[in-house]
Protein backbone atom coordinates (compact mmCIF):
# COMPACT_ATOMS: atom_id res chain seq x y z
CA UNK A 1 0.00 0.00 0.00
CA UNK A 2 2.88 2.21 1.38
CA UNK A 3 4.34 2.09 -2.60
CA UNK A 4 0.99 3.16 -4.27
CA UNK A 5 1.04 6.59 -2.22
CA UNK A 6 3.74 8.22 -4.12
CA UNK A 7 2.67 6.85 -7.66
CA UNK A 8 -0.53 9.08 -6.69
CA UNK A 9 0.48 12.47 -6.39
CA UNK A 10 2.17 13.14 -9.85
CA UNK A 11 -0.58 11.51 -11.64
CA UNK A 12 -2.85 13.90 -9.10
CA UNK A 13 -0.51 16.71 -10.57
CA UNK A 14 0.09 16.34 -14.04
CA UNK A 15 -4.11 15.91 -14.15
CA UNK A 16 -4.69 19.29 -12.29
CA UNK A 17 -2.01 20.76 -14.88
CA UNK A 18 -3.64 19.10 -17.97
CA UNK A 19 -6.56 20.84 -17.17
CA UNK A 20 -5.31 24.07 -16.21
CA UNK A 21 -3.62 24.35 -19.44
CA UNK A 22 -6.97 22.85 -21.20
CA UNK A 23 -8.32 25.90 -18.96
CA UNK A 24 -5.97 28.63 -19.81
CA UNK A 25 -5.81 27.35 -23.99
CA UNK A 26 -10.08 27.48 -24.15
CA UNK A 27 -9.89 30.80 -22.62
CA UNK A 28 -7.65 32.01 -24.68
CA UNK A 29 -9.39 31.00 -27.70
CA UNK A 30 -12.55 32.19 -26.60
CA UNK A 31 -10.81 35.88 -26.36
CA UNK A 32 -9.75 35.45 -29.82
CA UNK A 33 -12.94 34.45 -31.23
CA UNK A 34 -14.28 37.56 -29.03
CA UNK A 35 -11.59 39.82 -30.36
CA UNK A 36 -12.75 38.53 -33.88
CA UNK A 37 -16.03 38.96 -33.72
CA UNK A 38 -15.50 42.49 -32.72
CA UNK A 39 -13.30 43.03 -35.68
CA UNK A 40 -15.74 41.36 -37.79
CA UNK A 41 -18.54 43.68 -36.75
CA UNK A 42 -16.93 46.85 -36.63
CA UNK A 43 -15.77 46.25 -40.67
CA UNK A 44 -19.23 45.56 -41.79
CA UNK A 45 -20.29 48.24 -39.41
CA UNK A 46 -18.37 51.10 -41.96
CA UNK A 47 -19.44 48.90 -44.47
CA UNK A 48 -23.33 49.71 -43.95
CA UNK A 49 -23.10 52.83 -42.10
CA UNK A 50 -25.91 54.51 -43.30
CA UNK A 51 -27.62 52.56 -45.65
CA UNK A 52 -29.85 51.08 -42.76
CA UNK A 53 -33.96 51.44 -43.44
CA UNK A 54 -36.81 49.93 -42.09
CA UNK A 55 -40.23 49.20 -42.65
CA UNK A 56 -42.92 51.88 -42.94
CA UNK A 57 -45.52 52.06 -39.90
CA UNK A 58 -49.03 49.70 -40.61
CA UNK A 59 -51.87 52.39 -41.69
CA UNK A 60 -54.70 49.85 -41.13
CA UNK A 61 -55.07 48.48 -37.38
CA UNK A 62 -55.86 45.38 -39.02
CA UNK A 63 -52.65 44.08 -39.99
CA UNK A 64 -51.37 44.22 -36.13
CA UNK A 65 -54.16 41.29 -35.24
CA UNK A 66 -53.56 38.00 -34.81
CA UNK A 67 -54.61 35.04 -37.12
CA UNK A 68 -57.61 33.97 -34.76
CA UNK A 69 -58.56 37.36 -34.36
CA UNK A 70 -58.81 38.31 -37.84
CA UNK A 71 -60.66 34.57 -38.63
CA UNK A 72 -62.89 35.37 -35.69
CA UNK A 73 -63.80 38.93 -37.00
CA UNK A 74 -64.49 37.28 -41.04
CA UNK A 75 -66.85 34.70 -38.93
CA UNK A 76 -68.73 37.40 -37.56
CA UNK A 77 -68.98 39.55 -40.68
CA UNK A 78 -67.31 42.09 -38.46
CA UNK A 79 -65.25 42.69 -41.72
CA UNK A 80 -64.51 40.68 -44.79
CA UNK A 81 -62.10 38.16 -46.04
CA UNK A 82 -62.06 40.38 -49.46
CA UNK A 83 -61.29 43.46 -47.26
CA UNK A 84 -58.63 41.61 -44.99
CA UNK A 85 -56.68 40.03 -48.03
CA UNK A 86 -56.34 42.99 -50.35
CA UNK A 87 -55.08 45.01 -47.23
CA UNK A 88 -52.49 42.50 -46.34
CA UNK A 89 -51.91 41.82 -50.20
CA UNK A 90 -51.23 45.98 -50.17
CA UNK A 91 -49.22 45.31 -47.55
CA UNK A 92 -47.05 43.16 -49.19
CA UNK A 93 -46.62 45.27 -52.26
CA UNK A 94 -46.01 48.50 -49.77
CA UNK A 95 -43.06 46.49 -48.36
CA UNK A 96 -41.49 43.95 -50.85
CA UNK A 97 -39.22 47.00 -53.01
CA UNK A 98 -37.56 47.39 -49.47
CA UNK A 99 -37.32 43.57 -48.10
CA UNK A 100 -37.28 41.50 -51.37
CA UNK A 101 -38.90 38.55 -49.81
CA UNK A 102 -42.42 37.92 -52.32
CA UNK A 103 -40.60 35.61 -54.72
CA UNK A 104 -43.95 34.40 -56.14
CA UNK A 105 -47.69 35.67 -56.11
CA UNK A 106 -51.01 35.25 -56.56
CA UNK A 107 -52.77 38.05 -55.67
CA UNK A 108 -55.81 37.91 -57.70
CA UNK A 109 -56.77 34.65 -57.48
CA UNK A 110 -56.62 35.10 -53.68
CA UNK A 111 -58.90 38.38 -53.72
CA UNK A 112 -61.39 35.88 -56.10
CA UNK A 113 -61.10 32.64 -52.95
CA UNK A 114 -62.01 35.73 -50.25
CA UNK A 115 -65.01 37.01 -52.50
CA UNK A 116 -65.66 33.44 -52.32
CA UNK A 117 -65.46 33.11 -48.62
CA UNK A 118 -67.63 35.42 -48.20
CA UNK A 119 -70.68 34.46 -50.63
CA UNK A 120 -69.91 31.06 -47.94
CA UNK A 121 -70.67 33.33 -45.32
CA UNK A 122 -73.39 35.32 -46.46
CA UNK A 123 -75.62 32.00 -47.09
CA UNK A 124 -74.29 30.22 -43.91
CA UNK A 125 -76.16 29.88 -40.51
CA UNK A 126 -74.17 27.33 -38.82
CA UNK A 127 -70.96 29.77 -38.32
CA UNK A 128 -70.28 26.87 -35.05
CA UNK A 129 -69.39 24.09 -37.86
CA UNK A 130 -67.33 26.47 -39.79
CA UNK A 131 -65.00 27.29 -37.13
CA UNK A 132 -64.67 23.82 -36.05
CA UNK A 133 -63.67 22.79 -39.57
CA UNK A 134 -62.29 25.62 -41.63
CA UNK A 135 -60.53 27.73 -38.08
CA UNK A 136 -58.96 30.07 -40.70
CA UNK A 137 -61.34 30.71 -43.16
CA UNK A 138 -60.52 33.75 -45.19
CA UNK A 139 -57.46 34.44 -43.21
CA UNK A 140 -54.30 34.84 -45.85
CA UNK A 141 -50.99 33.54 -45.41
CA UNK A 142 -47.66 32.85 -47.55
CA UNK A 143 -45.22 29.75 -47.83
CA UNK A 144 -41.75 29.41 -48.57
CA UNK A 145 -40.75 28.53 -52.02
CA UNK A 146 -39.69 25.34 -51.18
CA UNK A 147 -42.91 24.04 -50.25
CA UNK A 148 -44.86 23.36 -53.09
CA UNK A 149 -48.16 25.23 -53.49
CA UNK A 150 -49.83 23.78 -56.92
CA UNK A 151 -49.11 26.80 -59.83
CA UNK A 152 -46.67 28.47 -57.84
CA UNK A 153 -43.13 27.98 -58.43
CA UNK A 154 -40.30 25.53 -57.01
CA UNK A 155 -37.26 26.58 -57.56
CA UNK A 156 -35.92 25.47 -54.78
CA UNK A 157 -33.40 28.70 -55.61
CA UNK A 158 -31.30 26.80 -58.02
CA UNK A 159 -30.73 27.87 -61.43
CA UNK A 160 -30.99 24.10 -62.51
CA UNK A 161 -34.56 24.48 -61.87
CA UNK A 162 -35.53 27.88 -63.11
CA UNK A 163 -39.03 28.34 -63.83
CA UNK A 164 -40.31 24.90 -62.11
CA UNK A 165 -43.64 24.85 -60.97
CA UNK A 166 -45.91 22.70 -59.09
CA UNK A 167 -48.18 20.29 -60.47
CA UNK A 168 -49.59 19.75 -56.49
CA UNK A 169 -49.52 21.18 -52.93
CA UNK A 170 -47.45 19.46 -50.29
CA UNK A 171 -49.61 17.67 -47.85
CA UNK A 172 -48.77 20.27 -45.39
CA UNK A 173 -49.68 23.40 -47.64
CA UNK A 174 -53.09 21.10 -48.58
CA UNK A 175 -53.99 21.23 -44.86
CA UNK A 176 -53.45 24.69 -43.97
CA UNK A 177 -55.49 25.11 -47.20
CA UNK A 178 -57.96 23.15 -45.83
CA UNK A 179 -58.56 25.32 -42.74
CA UNK A 180 -59.67 27.65 -44.97
CA UNK A 181 -57.10 30.06 -45.25
CA UNK A 182 -55.64 31.33 -48.18
CA UNK A 183 -52.28 31.87 -49.93
CA UNK A 184 -50.87 34.61 -51.31
CA UNK A 185 -47.63 33.85 -51.82
CA UNK A 186 -44.56 32.39 -52.20
CA UNK A 187 -41.02 33.62 -50.06
CA UNK A 188 -37.57 33.52 -50.23
CA UNK A 189 -34.94 30.89 -49.26
CA UNK A 190 -31.72 29.91 -49.94
CA UNK A 191 -30.59 28.03 -52.34
CA UNK A 192 -31.77 24.25 -51.80
CA UNK A 193 -32.61 25.58 -48.03
CA UNK A 194 -28.65 25.38 -47.09
CA UNK A 195 -27.51 28.28 -45.74
CA UNK A 196 -28.47 30.92 -42.73
CA UNK A 197 -29.39 34.03 -45.41
CA UNK A 198 -32.12 33.94 -47.52
CA UNK A 199 -30.25 34.97 -50.68
CA UNK A 200 -29.57 32.95 -54.33
CA UNK A 201 -28.80 34.12 -57.77
CA UNK A 202 -32.45 33.56 -59.14
CA UNK A 203 -34.36 35.71 -56.75
CA UNK A 204 -31.68 37.64 -54.97
CA UNK A 205 -31.34 38.83 -50.86
CA UNK A 206 -33.57 39.29 -48.81
CA UNK A 207 -33.72 42.37 -45.64
CA UNK A 208 -34.61 42.36 -42.70
CA UNK A 209 -37.54 44.94 -41.58
CA UNK A 210 -36.27 46.42 -38.44
CA UNK A 211 -32.89 47.21 -40.28
CA UNK A 212 -32.38 46.50 -44.18
CA UNK A 213 -28.63 45.71 -43.45
CA UNK A 214 -29.05 43.00 -41.77
CA UNK A 215 -30.13 39.26 -42.76
CA UNK A 216 -33.56 37.70 -42.35
CA UNK A 217 -32.47 33.83 -41.83
CA UNK A 218 -32.71 31.10 -43.32
CA UNK A 219 -33.97 29.14 -44.62
CA UNK A 220 -37.68 30.49 -43.57
CA UNK A 221 -36.14 33.66 -43.63
CA UNK A 222 -38.94 35.10 -46.09
CA UNK A 223 -42.04 34.19 -44.29
CA UNK A 224 -40.58 35.30 -41.28
CA UNK A 225 -39.87 38.90 -42.43
CA UNK A 226 -43.02 39.20 -44.05
CA UNK A 227 -44.83 38.27 -40.84
CA UNK A 228 -42.89 40.73 -39.13
CA UNK A 229 -43.65 43.14 -41.33
CA UNK A 230 -47.19 42.28 -41.17
CA UNK A 231 -47.80 41.43 -44.56
CA UNK A 232 -49.57 38.23 -43.66
CA UNK A 233 -50.99 37.12 -40.30
CA UNK A 234 -48.78 33.85 -40.20
CA UNK A 235 -46.59 31.53 -42.89
CA UNK A 236 -45.71 28.12 -43.34
CA UNK A 237 -42.15 27.28 -42.98
CA UNK A 238 -40.04 23.94 -42.38
CA UNK A 239 -37.30 23.34 -40.11
CA UNK A 240 -34.27 20.65 -40.34
CA UNK A 241 -31.68 23.07 -38.69
CA UNK A 242 -33.17 26.49 -37.27
CA UNK A 243 -35.17 26.92 -40.85
CA UNK A 244 -38.09 28.32 -38.92
CA UNK A 245 -36.59 29.28 -35.43
CA UNK A 246 -33.78 31.17 -36.61
CA UNK A 247 -35.50 33.67 -39.16
CA UNK A 248 -37.90 33.73 -36.18
CA UNK A 249 -35.49 35.03 -33.99
CA UNK A 250 -33.77 37.52 -36.07
CA UNK A 251 -37.27 38.82 -36.75
CA UNK A 252 -38.53 38.65 -33.91
CA UNK A 253 -41.55 36.26 -34.07
CA UNK A 254 -42.94 32.82 -33.05
CA UNK A 255 -41.41 30.63 -34.72
CA UNK A 256 -42.42 26.75 -34.25
CA UNK A 257 -40.86 23.17 -34.56
CA UNK A 258 -42.96 20.29 -33.32
CA UNK A 259 -42.06 16.83 -32.12
CA UNK A 260 -40.33 14.26 -34.29
CA UNK A 261 -42.49 12.60 -36.69
CA UNK A 262 -45.56 14.74 -36.04
CA UNK A 263 -45.98 16.68 -39.40
CA UNK A 264 -46.32 15.28 -43.02
CA UNK A 265 -43.16 16.11 -45.19
CA UNK A 266 -44.34 15.19 -48.82
CA UNK A 267 -43.54 17.87 -51.13
CA UNK A 268 -41.56 20.20 -48.57
CA UNK A 269 -38.23 20.58 -50.22
CA UNK A 270 -37.84 18.09 -52.66
CA UNK A 271 -39.36 14.87 -50.71
CA UNK A 272 -41.73 13.67 -53.01
CA UNK A 273 -42.99 10.91 -49.63
CA UNK A 274 -43.29 11.81 -45.83
CA UNK A 275 -39.91 10.76 -44.40
CA UNK A 276 -40.16 8.14 -41.38
CA UNK A 277 -36.67 9.29 -39.41
CA UNK A 278 -35.79 12.88 -39.96
CA UNK A 279 -35.05 15.80 -38.28
CA UNK A 280 -36.92 18.10 -40.22
CA UNK A 281 -40.59 19.28 -39.45
CA UNK A 282 -43.16 21.74 -40.83
CA UNK A 283 -44.09 24.50 -38.91
CA UNK A 284 -46.23 27.69 -38.13
CA UNK A 285 -44.36 31.20 -37.66
CA UNK A 286 -46.20 34.18 -36.26
CA UNK A 287 -46.52 37.42 -34.88
CA UNK A 288 -48.81 35.95 -31.74
CA UNK A 289 -48.78 33.12 -29.74
CA UNK A 290 -52.09 32.66 -28.99
CA UNK A 291 -51.76 31.51 -33.09
CA UNK A 292 -49.36 28.48 -32.27
CA UNK A 293 -51.94 25.53 -31.22
CA UNK A 294 -54.32 26.32 -33.78
CA UNK A 295 -52.24 26.45 -35.85
CA UNK A 296 -49.99 23.53 -34.45
CA UNK A 297 -53.25 21.21 -34.94
CA UNK A 298 -53.73 21.95 -39.06
CA UNK A 299 -49.99 21.08 -39.41
CA UNK A 300 -50.36 18.11 -37.48
CA UNK A 301 -53.46 17.16 -37.78
CA UNK A 302 -53.17 13.38 -38.59
CA UNK A 303 -50.98 13.42 -35.52
CA UNK A 304 -52.56 15.48 -33.28
CA UNK A 305 -53.57 12.50 -31.13
CA UNK A 306 -49.90 12.25 -30.09
CA UNK A 307 -49.63 15.59 -28.73
CA UNK A 308 -52.08 17.04 -25.48
CA UNK A 309 -52.30 20.34 -27.34
CA UNK A 310 -55.01 21.15 -25.08
CA UNK A 311 -54.28 19.72 -21.87
CA UNK A 312 -54.25 22.29 -19.03
CA UNK A 313 -50.68 23.52 -17.78
CA UNK A 314 -49.85 24.76 -14.53
CA UNK A 315 -47.24 27.19 -15.06
CA UNK A 316 -46.40 27.41 -11.37
CA UNK A 317 -46.00 23.45 -11.44
CA UNK A 318 -43.11 23.03 -14.46
CA UNK A 319 -39.62 22.26 -13.73
CA UNK A 320 -37.47 24.64 -15.30
CA UNK A 321 -33.61 24.32 -16.31
CA UNK A 322 -31.56 26.47 -18.72
CA UNK A 323 -27.79 26.63 -19.90
CA UNK A 324 -26.89 29.61 -20.73
CA UNK A 325 -23.94 28.75 -23.45
CA UNK A 326 -23.63 25.44 -25.55
CA UNK A 327 -19.70 25.35 -24.75
CA UNK A 328 -19.49 24.88 -28.54
CA UNK A 329 -15.37 27.01 -29.62
CA UNK A 330 -17.03 27.31 -32.90
CA UNK A 331 -19.73 29.47 -32.03
CA UNK A 332 -19.43 32.99 -30.97
CA UNK A 333 -19.54 34.21 -27.40
CA UNK A 334 -23.21 35.55 -26.45
CA UNK A 335 -23.43 39.16 -26.28
CA UNK A 336 -24.30 41.11 -22.71
CA UNK A 337 -27.51 41.75 -24.12
CA UNK A 338 -28.54 38.32 -25.52
CA UNK A 339 -27.38 37.07 -21.91
CA UNK A 340 -29.39 39.66 -19.99
CA UNK A 341 -32.65 39.12 -21.65
CA UNK A 342 -32.13 35.02 -21.45
CA UNK A 343 -31.39 35.17 -17.62
CA UNK A 344 -34.73 38.05 -17.38
CA UNK A 345 -36.54 35.17 -18.50
CA UNK A 346 -35.11 32.29 -16.51
CA UNK A 347 -35.36 34.61 -13.63
CA UNK A 348 -38.87 35.13 -14.16
CA UNK A 349 -40.06 31.64 -14.35
CA UNK A 350 -37.53 30.75 -11.62
CA UNK A 351 -40.07 33.60 -9.34
CA UNK A 352 -43.08 31.90 -11.09
CA UNK A 353 -42.56 28.33 -10.06
CA UNK A 354 -39.84 28.40 -6.66
CA UNK A 355 -36.82 27.23 -9.05
CA UNK A 356 -34.74 26.17 -11.72
CA UNK A 357 -31.82 25.03 -12.51
CA UNK A 358 -28.63 25.54 -14.67
CA UNK A 359 -27.69 22.33 -16.27
CA UNK A 360 -25.18 21.55 -19.43
CA UNK A 361 -26.55 19.24 -21.60
CA UNK A 362 -23.23 16.43 -22.30
CA UNK A 363 -22.04 16.88 -25.38
CA UNK A 364 -23.39 20.23 -26.52
CA UNK A 365 -19.72 21.97 -27.79
CA UNK A 366 -20.37 19.60 -30.44
CA UNK A 367 -23.84 20.92 -31.72
CA UNK A 368 -22.36 21.83 -35.67
CA UNK A 369 -20.44 18.98 -35.88
CA UNK A 370 -23.28 16.46 -34.40
CA UNK A 371 -26.12 18.20 -36.91
CA UNK A 372 -23.55 17.80 -39.89
CA UNK A 373 -23.21 14.02 -39.01
CA UNK A 374 -27.07 13.70 -39.06
CA UNK A 375 -27.39 15.59 -42.00
CA UNK A 376 -25.65 12.53 -43.65
CA UNK A 377 -28.09 10.60 -42.74
CA UNK A 378 -31.03 12.28 -44.50
CA UNK A 379 -31.06 10.77 -47.21
CA UNK A 380 -30.67 13.77 -49.05
CA UNK A 381 -27.82 14.11 -52.11
CA UNK A 382 -27.08 17.30 -52.35
CA UNK A 383 -24.78 17.69 -55.36
CA UNK A 384 -27.50 16.00 -57.23
CA UNK A 385 -30.34 18.14 -56.10
CA UNK A 386 -28.50 20.78 -56.84
CA UNK A 387 -28.16 19.90 -60.92
CA UNK A 388 -32.11 19.16 -60.54
CA UNK A 389 -30.77 15.25 -60.12
CA UNK A 390 -29.96 15.34 -63.69
CA UNK A 391 -26.36 14.93 -62.95
CA UNK A 392 -23.91 14.91 -59.94
CA UNK A 393 -21.61 17.60 -59.28
CA UNK A 394 -18.62 17.77 -57.31
CA UNK A 395 -16.67 20.10 -55.45
CA UNK A 396 -13.48 19.95 -58.11
CA UNK A 397 -15.98 20.49 -60.86
CA UNK A 398 -17.73 23.59 -59.21
CA UNK A 399 -14.62 25.61 -58.20
CA UNK A 400 -13.02 25.14 -61.72
CA UNK A 401 -16.77 26.84 -63.35
CA UNK A 402 -16.04 29.43 -61.00
CA UNK A 403 -12.62 30.59 -62.13
CA UNK A 404 -13.98 30.39 -65.54
CA UNK A 405 -16.79 32.19 -64.37
CA UNK A 406 -19.15 29.59 -65.26
CA UNK A 407 -20.36 29.26 -62.09
CA UNK A 408 -24.48 28.94 -61.51
CA UNK A 409 -24.68 28.42 -57.85
CA UNK A 410 -24.20 30.52 -54.38
CA UNK A 411 -20.85 30.76 -52.48
CA UNK A 412 -22.88 29.52 -49.42
CA UNK A 413 -23.82 26.12 -51.81
CA UNK A 414 -20.20 25.61 -52.96
CA UNK A 415 -19.02 25.79 -49.00
CA UNK A 416 -21.62 23.24 -48.69
CA UNK A 417 -19.74 20.54 -51.49
CA UNK A 418 -16.24 21.45 -50.48
CA UNK A 419 -17.27 20.60 -47.08
CA UNK A 420 -19.03 17.10 -48.24
CA UNK A 421 -15.90 16.40 -50.84
CA UNK A 422 -12.97 17.90 -49.07
CA UNK A 423 -13.32 17.99 -44.95
CA UNK A 424 -13.13 14.31 -43.05
CA UNK A 425 -16.43 13.21 -41.56
CA UNK A 426 -17.55 12.30 -38.07
CA UNK A 427 -17.39 8.48 -37.15
CA UNK A 428 -20.48 7.15 -36.57
CA UNK A 429 -20.72 5.31 -33.09
CA UNK A 430 -19.38 8.59 -31.80
CA UNK A 431 -21.76 10.81 -33.28
CA UNK A 432 -24.88 8.60 -32.35
CA UNK A 433 -23.76 7.98 -28.84
CA UNK A 434 -22.77 11.68 -28.10
CA UNK A 435 -26.49 12.15 -29.13
CA UNK A 436 -28.07 9.39 -27.28
CA UNK A 437 -26.47 10.38 -23.76
CA UNK A 438 -27.35 13.59 -24.07
CA UNK A 439 -31.30 13.13 -25.26
CA UNK A 440 -31.06 10.57 -22.21
CA UNK A 441 -29.89 13.21 -20.05
CA UNK A 442 -32.21 16.21 -20.78
CA UNK A 443 -35.68 13.64 -21.46
CA UNK A 444 -34.49 12.62 -18.01
CA UNK A 445 -34.36 15.87 -16.36
CA UNK A 446 -37.41 16.95 -18.28
CA UNK A 447 -39.85 13.87 -17.18
CA UNK A 448 -43.56 15.19 -18.85
CA UNK A 449 -43.53 18.50 -16.95
CA UNK A 450 -40.37 20.25 -17.51
CA UNK A 451 -38.95 22.64 -19.87
CA UNK A 452 -35.18 23.74 -21.20
CA UNK A 453 -34.23 27.30 -21.64
CA UNK A 454 -31.91 27.63 -24.20
CA UNK A 455 -30.09 30.44 -25.71
CA UNK A 456 -31.11 31.60 -29.58
CA UNK A 457 -27.90 33.24 -31.21
CA UNK A 458 -25.03 34.49 -29.92
CA UNK A 459 -26.42 38.34 -30.84
CA UNK A 460 -29.21 39.53 -32.79
CA UNK A 461 -29.32 39.48 -36.75
CA UNK A 462 -25.70 40.05 -38.41
CA UNK A 463 -25.02 41.94 -41.15
CA UNK A 464 -25.41 40.54 -44.66
CA UNK A 465 -22.54 38.18 -45.69
CA UNK A 466 -21.01 38.06 -42.09
CA UNK A 467 -22.00 34.88 -41.31
CA UNK A 468 -19.91 33.72 -43.90
CA UNK A 469 -16.82 34.90 -40.89
CA UNK A 470 -18.94 33.18 -38.52
CA UNK A 471 -20.96 30.46 -39.78
CA UNK A 472 -21.32 28.04 -36.83
CA UNK A 473 -23.99 30.69 -34.79
CA UNK A 474 -26.74 28.65 -35.99
CA UNK A 475 -25.48 25.81 -34.37
CA UNK A 476 -27.86 26.93 -30.89
CA UNK A 477 -30.85 26.12 -33.35
CA UNK A 478 -29.27 23.43 -34.75
CA UNK A 479 -28.51 21.26 -31.92
CA UNK A 480 -32.55 20.96 -30.94
CA UNK A 481 -32.93 19.26 -34.79
CA UNK A 482 -30.38 16.89 -33.74
CA UNK A 483 -31.94 16.03 -30.10
CA UNK A 484 -35.46 15.68 -32.44
CA UNK A 485 -37.60 17.68 -29.58
CA UNK A 486 -40.52 20.54 -29.59
CA UNK A 487 -38.35 23.64 -29.38
CA UNK A 488 -40.09 27.20 -29.59
CA UNK A 489 -38.58 30.80 -30.50
CA UNK A 490 -39.73 33.34 -28.54
CA UNK A 491 -39.50 36.82 -28.98
CA UNK A 492 -38.57 38.76 -25.97
CA UNK A 493 -38.59 42.71 -27.55
CA UNK A 494 -35.73 44.65 -29.48
CA UNK A 495 -32.19 44.85 -27.93
CA UNK A 496 -30.40 48.37 -27.86
CA UNK A 497 -29.92 48.78 -31.45
CA UNK A 498 -34.02 47.99 -32.04
CA UNK A 499 -33.44 44.65 -33.26
CA UNK A 500 -35.27 41.76 -32.31
CA UNK A 501 -34.33 39.43 -29.20
CA UNK A 502 -35.28 35.76 -27.98
CA UNK A 503 -34.71 32.90 -26.41
CA UNK A 504 -35.46 28.74 -27.38
CA UNK A 505 -37.79 26.92 -25.27
CA UNK A 506 -37.30 22.87 -25.41
CA UNK A 507 -39.85 20.32 -23.71
CA UNK A 508 -39.88 16.45 -23.93
CA UNK A 509 -41.40 14.60 -27.49
CA UNK A 510 -44.84 15.29 -27.66
CA UNK A 511 -45.21 17.93 -24.77
CA UNK A 512 -45.21 20.62 -27.21
CA UNK A 513 -48.26 22.18 -25.28
CA UNK A 514 -45.60 22.73 -22.77
CA UNK A 515 -43.26 25.14 -24.82
CA UNK A 516 -45.98 26.96 -26.12
CA UNK A 517 -47.68 27.35 -22.60
CA UNK A 518 -44.33 29.18 -21.84
CA UNK A 519 -44.32 31.07 -24.97
CA UNK A 520 -47.42 32.81 -23.96
CA UNK A 521 -46.80 33.47 -20.50
CA UNK A 522 -43.25 35.51 -21.61
CA UNK A 523 -45.31 37.36 -24.49
CA UNK A 524 -47.48 38.45 -21.82
CA UNK A 525 -44.56 39.75 -19.46
CA UNK A 526 -42.12 40.95 -21.80
CA UNK A 527 -44.10 41.92 -24.79
CA UNK A 528 -43.54 39.75 -27.43
CA UNK A 529 -42.95 40.86 -31.32
CA UNK A 530 -42.64 44.63 -31.76
CA UNK A 531 -43.86 46.14 -35.30
CA UNK A 532 -40.33 47.17 -36.81
CA UNK A 533 -42.34 50.52 -37.22
CA UNK A 534 -44.53 52.14 -34.35
CA UNK A 535 -46.39 55.13 -35.84
Known amino acids: MCTSIPNQKPDTTANMMKKLLCSLLRCTLVQIHCLFDYIVTLIFSFYYWGKANKVPPVDDDLLLDSAIVLAEKIRNKKVSSEHVVTTFINRCKQVNGLLNVIVDERYDEAIEEAKEVDRLLARSTDINTLKATKPFLGV ?113 VFGFKPSENTTPLKG ?39 LKLDSPVDLKKLHIFYQESSGDLRISMINAEMRDVFMKAVDYFRDLTGSAQKIKLPGSEYSFRLWRYWMTREGVDFKSDITNRTSRTSATAEIKKLLTRNSNITLAALLKIIDEDFFPKDKKHWAEEVTNNMREYLLEKLGDNGVFFFPSSPFPASYHNSYFLRPYNFGYWALMNVLRLPTCQIPLGLDSEGLPVGIQVVAAPYQDHLCIAVAKELEKSFGGWVPPSIK
Open 140 to 252: PFTTKESNEAKGLLHSMATVARKGYRSKEDATVVASVKSSGAILIAKTNIPELNQWVESRNIIYGQSNNPYNTTRTVGGSSGGDAAITAACGVPFALGSDIGGSIRMPAFFNG
Open 268 to 306: VGMRDVDFTSTMAEAGPICKCADDLIPLLKIIVSKTESR
